[in-house]
């Protein structure tokens, strides 16, 4: 075992340099461009689009709040055109919205002529927990009226 140490010790410090530096080197290079033939192939198809009369459903602490996106951009003063489903003793009535939601669909389909795309927007508050956004995202999907359900953010 001494010899093994000795041996080590003197192997290392005859292969080991006494000064360091550095030692300008240059290493040429090359941009050449990657090749993915993915990019190129890929094609998005359309299968509808956001519009003024788009549904879309705010989330908060207290409540739903489910109109078009007219009722929240150009009438956000308006309180007519939003409907309210209360939350039940703090806890998301999402059976109750869906079910609202599904009626006020279908009376603007048959009424107005509005005919639904699918599409719905779901934009919560940024104080609602995660899994509350993604029980809502569920049972509007599970629906049958909306088959994208589309998060938005940036609501204080």
Known sequence: MGLFLLLSFALRSI????????????????SVPIVDPT????????????????????LTKEEFIFGDVN??????????????????EGSPDINTLVKDI???????????KIT?????????????????VVQTIDGLRKTGTFTRVVLAGGLK
């Open 15 to 30: 292969s080991m340099a006494g000064k360091y530096g550095l030692i300008p080197v240059e290493i040429p290079v090359l």
């Open 39 to 58: 990019l190129s192939n890929f094609q998005a198809a359309t299968s509808g689009e956001i519009a003024s009369t788009t549904p879309m459903v705010v």
């Open 71 to 88: 009722a929240f951009s150009e009438e956000i003063s308006s309180v007519r055109n939003k409907f309210i489903v209360k939350h039940v």
């Open 102 to 112: 599904e009626k006020w669909v279908y009376a603007r389909s048959s009424k107005k």
């Open 116 to 132: 639904n795309q699918g599409i719905v927007i779901l934009l919560p508050t940024d104080s609602i927990p995660s899994p509350l």
